[in-house]
């Protein structure tokens, strides 16, 4: 039996695929078989619910000492005309604008890796926003961002937790895993912590009981097999640790990138937008929540990613910077009544959660 | 019921109302996709059509003015316009610097001085400068139009435009074949009666035509399984339409601006209940000015094989608020269709 045959056979069975299997089915591109498969998936797992949450994202700087190929959002010096970062005033100020919010119940917090603020300025901003909002929860800060607390602090990254924890963080970013390939890495982001840094944050994460989200990033100079270890890499440490809540997956926007522009790159299509989307809600097995992340996809493709295994459209978000900054075309926020009007249109149940997929 | 449909199609059988009826209804949207992505592959393969071409709107003003539209503007009105036959040809000089351009494609406002005659130099101008590419043109609306200004028969507008190099008939005009909706909305157009009877007339003088839908505005699902049956009826008879396209109605500038714009889950849904009810269509269109191009290339596993043209500059639908890009450059199309898996392939301005 060839590993098409097998891959159909355990997704009617519900088994769990291999990575042959996993590349087999990208490679035959029968992408509504795929959806439908990744649909019954979803559907296994959180029914007719499609949730979303109400959020504001706060970016407390551009200015950074990666300079990642892969990112036009950064900043190399405060001198920049675009440069920014935000002092506690300034964080407080938005913060007490946000508690205006009807409903808001998550602060979501990442920024650039800042060459000259100390760790006690992050821990000090997630401060503010438990004496402004003591009741909402903090999603905040990237495995790349833990790595670089440590490091800049002379802390382990169990310390860098423990006092991010005590401070109010609720549960770390997604972010930054990029593809777990020091291959690609070096390419596309070679200052940002290695492929087993990133995994290391989040086991220990896990093992503190801070839960955490996964991404990956696609469409640049990766191949398929990279693209596929690498959810399988995250599907490993999910069988160890359990700690994952959902996994977003971020299409490439090359757009006033280094990365664009040195290897020609052109934004994937929405085909394969939906392709990865379901081969990931496949691959995943033990993870119970996929985003589809509509900033990244705009609403239309966001929409009927819910078809394709999807079952999260994530935020109202407030104001996003980092991937408009790449030629994003989605509007920078939205409103909870259109998210309603945008699940209940597919049929499904449009369901307000919190942080931790808690129903509100 | 899901079931039962899926049965009928796998035994080629075709559907009736009541089943167009219950897909409207249905949810299920990759299940219904993946319907007409079975019916696509047996009627027309994996080939995805294409065109380099050029659309020409000769004139945007207009009699009808009906509601959906926001491209009519009255005879003194800003942004008013009406070309030259000397204007015409330099657009498509321009154009033609393309060297794989092939087709033409001519709608325009029912213009309310101009006669026959008029409409007629200019097919036959652009047809004898630029010989080789085929020239698509008017609408059903138009050529019926045509009859009532100059007092001459379907049949005779239609011969004459032939003559002049016309080659095919394009789709639009079609909205909802039904009076209630066309009463309400462009009154002034031709009813549906007589859109087809312009199809039918075209068809048997050998004249391939295509046929369209513009929905998302005040009509019921009822009267889309209508229309569409109202087209595979008329198939059926003549078989005489080369191309069905949907038109989601795009709502900005246009006197229904409170409709809100229908949504990608509608539209891929029609799109593929469309690929199924038109059991004799050979091939239905993803136009992906109205799509965007990332829904038009979705759309190419909802049951299209056709994304259309370049079209080097739209203007009609950008007027009515579509962000789309105004052309598309031939290796832009061919990247979307393989990217989808299939194979991508030129017209010649035939589609």
């Not at chain 1, 700087?61 to 900043?75: E, F, I, K, M, R």
């Not at chain 1, 929860?137 to 800049?152: L, R, Y």
């Not at chain 2, 009928?8 to 249905?26: N, P, Q, S, V």
């Not at chain 2, 016309?166 to 009463?183: F, H, P, T, Y």
Request: charged content about 25%; glycine content about 8%; overall charge negative.
């Amino acid at each position: 039996m060839n590993s098409l045959q097998s891959a159909r056979e355990k997704i009617s069975a519900g088994e769990r695929l291999t990575r042959d299997e996993l590349l087999a089915l990208y490679a035959e591109n029968d992408l509504l078989y795929l959806a439908e498969s990744a649909r019954r998936v979803k559907e296994s797992k959180t029914g007719r619910k499609v949730f979303y949450v109400v959020n504001r994202h706060v970016n407390l700087t551009n200015v950074c000492s990666a300079n990642c190929p892969l990112c036009a959002y950064q900043c190399r010096s405060g001198d920049d005309n675009r440069a920014f970062t935000l002092e506690l005033d300034d964080v407080e100020k938005i913060l007490t604008d946000a508690a205006n919010v009807n409903g808001l119940s998550e602060i979501h917090i990442v920024s650039s890796l800042h060459p000259t603020k100390n760790f006690s300025y992050y821990v000090d901003a997630v401060k503010l926003v438990k004496k402004i909002l003591p009741r909402v929860a903090v999603n905040a800060f990237t495995p790349v961002e833990i790595v670089n607390f440590a490091k800049i602090s002379g802390m382990s990254v169990a310390e860098v937790l423990g006092e991010l924890i005590a401070a109010g963080v609720t549960s770390l970013a997604g972010g930054g895993a990029e593809i777990l390939s020091d291959r690609v890495r070096q390419i596309i982001c070679p200052k940002k912590c290695t492929a087993d840094e990133w995994l290391e944050v989040m086991r220990t994460a896990h093992s503190l009981n801070l839960p955490t989200n996964a991404s990956m990033l696609y469409g640049h100079v990766e191949t398929i097999e990279e693209r596929v270890d690498h959810l399988l890499t995250l599907r490993q440490l999910q069988d160890e640790t359990g700690g994952f809540v959902a996994m977003m997956l971020f299409p490439f926007h090359p757009s006033n990138t280094q990365l664009g522009s040195r290897f020609n790159l052109r934004r994937v299509g929405s085909w394969e937008d939906l392709k990865m989307l379901a081969l990931t809600r496949l691959a995943l097995d033990n993870f119970v929540h996929v985003k589809a992340f509509w900033v990244m996809l705009t609403l239309p493709i966001a929409q009927l990613a819910l078809s394709f295994g999807a079952d999260d459209l994530d935020g109202t978000l407030g104001e996003e910077k980092i991937i408009h900054a790449a030629g994003a075309q989605s509007s920078p926020s939205i409103t909870r009544s259109q998210l309603e009007t945008l699940i209940a249109e597919t049929g499904y149940i449009p369901t307000e959660r919190d942080s931790f997929y808690r129903e509100v | 019921m899901l079931e039962r449909i899926e049965r009928k199609i796998f035994g080629g059988e075709r559907l009736t109302r009541e089943d167009g009826e219950f897909l409207f209804a249905c949810n299920e949207l990759t299940r219904i996709g993946a319907l007409a992505d079975h019916v696509r592959k047996k009627i027309c393969g994996d080939e995805v059509l294409y065109n380099v071409n050029c659309h020409v709107n000769l004139t945007n003003i207009c009699a009808a003015r009906c509601k959906f539209c926001a491209f009519g503007r009255g005879g003194g009105d800003r942004g008013s316009y009406a070309m030259t036959i000397d204007e015409a040809l330099k657009l498509v000089g321009e154009a033609a610097g393309n060297p794989n351009l092939s087709g033409v494609h001519i709608v325009s406002g029912l213009h309310p001085t101009w006669t026959f005659e008029h409409y007629v130099e200019f097919v036959a101008a652009i047809h004898e400068k630029f010989p080789a590419l085929h020239v698509k043109g008017f609408t059903g609306v138009e050529i019926q139009h045509f009859a009532t200004i100059s007092g001459l028969s379907v049949e005779e507008i239609l011969r004459r435009l032939k003559a002049a190099g016309l080659q095919a008939i394009a789709g639009g005009g079609a909205e909802i074949l039904s009076d209630r909706v066309r009463n309400e909305l462009c009154p002034k157009k031709c009813t549906a009666d007589e859109w087809l009877n312009v199809a039918r007339t075209a068809h048997r003088l050998g004249i391939p035509t295509n046929a369209s839908m513009l929905y998302g505005h005040i009509e019921t699902h009822a009267e889309r399984v209508d229309h569409l049956l109202k087209l595979r009826d008329l198939q059926d008879e003549t078989g005489g339409f080369r191309t069905f396209i949907c038109f989601p109605f795009l709502p900005k500038n246009t006197a229904l601006e409170h409709i809100r714009q229908t949504s990608m889950w509608d539209d891929l849904k029609t799109l593929a209940i469309s690929r199924l009810m038109l059991d004799n269509f050979p091939n239905i269109k993803a136009y992906w000015v109205m799509l965007t191009v990332p829904v038009a290339q979705v759309a190419l596993s909802f049951g299209a094989n056709d994304i259309d043209g370049t079209i080097h500059r739209e203007n009609i639908l950008h007027e009515a608020g579509a962000t789309s890009p105004r052309s598309l450059t031939e290796d832009e199309i061919i990247r979307i269709i393989r990217e989808a898996g299939r194979i991508p392939r030129s017209t010649g301005g035939r589609s």
